[in-house]
């Protein structure tokens, strides 16, 4: 069954009734949700992972849910957040074994390279779009952290990445 969105509104306005029926089932219908939501996301050995701890975040949340609003946007906000964290750490796992690796190790010259060549990318970029792509981007700020520390708007942090983005991806495929 793939229950659309006044079933989840009702399983879950239930649930917070104390329905445990209900509860069971709008969590195995949000998992079957989830998992089509986060398919193309994600790699499939984290899926379920993920998943997981989405449904952990909507029982932690299920007191907010607001009855007379969509059920979905609701937990779409929660899996989002859920994957930008998970992006987040997956990108600190990377840069920590990045940070162990010794640059006389195999691989070690490919990560410097690698580097320069960004650097060099990032030097076609006006400094404002250069800099907040390496604090989102590269190390991994929010968007709120990378305005306070370069001293732009949240908004303008927004478009100086979509922009240096897109001028980089052009750069590159002007390259190739």
């Known amino acids: 069954m793939?229950?659309?969105?006044?079933?989840?509104?009702?399983?879950?306005?239930?649930?917070?009734?104390?329905?445990?029926q209900a509860y069971t089932t709008l969590l195995e219908e949000s998992s079957r949700w989830?998992?089509?939501?986060?398919?193309?996301?994600?790699?499939p050995d984290q899926l379920d992972d993920l998943v997981q701890e989405?449904?952990?975040s909507l029982h932690r949340k299920r007191a907010s849910y607001d009855p007379a609003r969509p059920f979905l946007?609701?937990?779409a906000a929660i899996a989002r957040y859920r994957w930008v964290d998970h992006l987040r750490s997956a990108y600190r796992r990377q840069e920590q074994a990045f940070d162990h690796e010794d640059p006389g190790e195999e691989g070690g010259q490919e990560a410097v390279l690698a580097?320069?060549?960004l650097d060099r990318l990032l030097e076609n970029l006006p400094e404002g779009q250069a800099e907040v792509i390496e604090l989102v981007r590269i190390e991994g700020h929010s968007?709120?952290?990378?305005?306070?520390?370069?001293?732009?708007?949240e908004s303008?942090?927004?478009?100086?990445?979509?922009r240096g983005l897109k001028k980089l991806s052009a750069l590159i495929e002007k390259a190739e």
């Open 2 to 20: 793939i229950a659309d969105e006044k079933a989840l509104s009702r399983l879950m306005a239930a649930s917070q009734r104390g329905d445990k």
């Open 34 to 43: 989830l998992n089509r939501y986060f398919r193309r996301k994600i790699a």
């Open 54 to 56: 989405v449904l952990v």
């Open 73 to 75: 946007p609701w937990l």
């Open 115 to 117: 580097r320069m060549s």
């Open 143 to 153: 968007i709120a952290e990378a305005a306070a520390l370069s001293g732009q708007s």
């Open 156 to 162: 303008l942090v927004k478009v100086n990445i979509h």
